[in-house]
């Protein structure tokens, strides 16, 4: 009877399904070598994959710490070193007469045959395609040529973009859409999609179908609800270059594409990840539904950039940043529900992660926002101005962005003289105290939501000019 292990110890002890059986339900190719120490068998079964024309699973029965006669088949030889002596007596009992170290020669020989050499020609006769290509398609061989070493022949500029009108209202899931499809248009190396949500992330490339084995050319990709499989996907596809790519879902269900997300992040890959619904203003989904801690969280992660644009012109701007970012992914927070369009938004202003959208002369109070909130400290500013406060409101797309900038231009948004500050995000407060201080007060969400319409989940939370507003004269 055969026991597989964990580290753990049996893996009957956490599982009883069968592995094959589930790919072979995937329509995989799937084959059984029952003797793990059987090359030969080992060989025949990787031949018979590459001939089958799918993806393939081998199983291959092994005996954990084969060849020790104390550990062989027990989960204590997972991790633990076998000991010096249990070292000698597995040698003695593999019938393995060489020195620690010492190869044999017949390795040698057998690599190079079977390896080494095998390479070499596969290599040679790669290059040979590639000068063939170069002979026959040289603009084109150019242009692959310099994408694979990750100079984009076709750079997307900030003027690519239309002008959006000052009092323009839109969701900027929405201006995503607008932007994207912009950067399609321009860049044929750019794709993504959803896990399954595209329709409401609104991360379909118009004009484009679906990619599947049939149409390899389409953009739009089709990741089913799988947000880690989808994020691991962007790593790979960003990894072997030449792409630039996208994956979309719901703010609160970053949480499952966070693992890979990191990996992006250490890897340096500029992945651009794509959240939307961003914030209690969900509304009847409740609190399963409405983000409230991610944003924090995200914040936290080294190498990740988030931005969480104010309205069309900042999200134009973000979607610029993520597309030329080299080396920091970036996440895009996103909203639901429609935004006007601020006079003092400024496209090359978001670059700096915060920047002052709204001012009196001569101000003695900020108030600080990102999103959504933004439109509703600019209201509340206006508010306290006709009792004499003066006010200036400054917009904070990316605070890991405005972190990374020098101290002076820190000092100009944020004077250090100007204690009277409140911050204001549907969110987690965290991310705001070393903004305001010991001093300021911040408007956030540190509990869960609430099912109900939007507008009524917003004013129970006190985001309401007249609560900014009672803050604001309370300090």
Do not use: C
Not at 288 to 317: K, S, W, Y
Not at 337 to 362: H, P, R
Not at 423 to 449: C, H, N
């Amino acid at each position: 009877m055969t026991t597989i292990l964990n580290l753990d110890g049996p893996t009957s002890e956490s599982i009883t399904e069968n592995v094959r059986a589930r790919y072979e339900a995937y329509n995989w190719h799937t084959d059984l070598v029952e003797d793990g120490t059987d090359v030969d068998a080992i060989n025949q079964a990787i031949e018979a994959a590459k001939a089958s024309g799918k993806p393939s699973l081998i199983e291959i029965k092994t005996i954990i710490g084969h060849g020790s006669p104390a550990k062989a088949g027990s989960n204590s030889s997972h991790g633990a070193p076998l000991g010096a002596d249990e070292v000698v007596a597995t040698r003695e009992n593999l019938g393995w007469e060489y020195a620690p170290f010492e190869v044999p020669a017949k390795v040698y020989a057998d690599f190079k045959e079977h390896v080494a050499d095998r390479g070499v020609a596969s290599y040679d006769a790669w290059l040979q395609l590639v000068e063939d290509y170069k002979a026959a398609y040289p603009e084109l061989a150019e242009e692959v040529s310099a994408i694979l070493a990750g100079k984009d022949p076709v750079v997307i500029k900030p003027e690519d973009f239309p002008a959006i009108e000052n009092g323009f209202s839109q969701a900027t899931r929405n201006s995503s859409q607008d932007a994207l499809n912009v950067a399609a248009e321009i860049m044929p190396n750019f794709l993504g999609g959803s896990a399954d949500l595209s329709h409401s992330n609104m991360t379909f490339i118009k004009g484009e179908g679906l990619q599947d084995s049939e149409h390899p050319l389409e953009r739009n990709i089709q990741f089913g609800v799988r947000e880690f499989a989808m994020a691991t996907i962007l790593n790979g596809m960003a990894l072997h270059g030449g792409l630039r790519v996208y994956g979309g879902t719901f703010l609160v269900f970053s949480d499952y594409a966070k693992a890979a997300m990191r990996l992006s992040a250490i890897q340096g890959l500029p992945v651009t990840y794509v959240y939307t619904h961003d914030s209690i203003a969900v509304g009847e989904d409740g609190p399963t539904h409405e983000p409230i801690e991610h944003l924090a969280g995200l914040r936290a992660m080294p190498n990740l950039n988030v931005i969480r644009p104010a309205d069309a012109r900042e999200t134009q701007a973000a979607w610029y940043l993520a597309l030329t970012s080299e080396s920091t992914p970036t996440a895009l927070i996103l909203t639901r529900q429609n935004l006007t369009v601020e006079e003092g938004t400024d496209f090359a202003k978001v670059a700096k992660g915060a920047y002052v959208v709204y001012e009196a002369e001569g101000f003695d109070t900020i108030l600080l926002a990102s999103g959504s909130e933004v439109n509703l400290a600019v209201k509340a500013a206006k508010e306290l101005e006709e009792s004499g406060t003066k006010v200036r409101v400054v917009s904070v797309p990316s605070t890991d962005i405005f972190d990374a900038q020098d101290a002076a231009y820190k000092e100009e948004i944020l004077p250090a003289n100007i204690r009277r500050r409140v911050a204001i995000e549907m969110a987690a407060t965290q991310s705001w105290y070393k903004y305001v201080g010991l001093d300021g007060q911040v408007i956030g969400v540190d509990r869960f939501g609430a099912s109900a319409p939007a507008q009524t989940v917003i004013d129970n939370y006190g985001f309401t000019v007249e609560n900014v507003v009672s803050v604001v004269n309370s300090l």
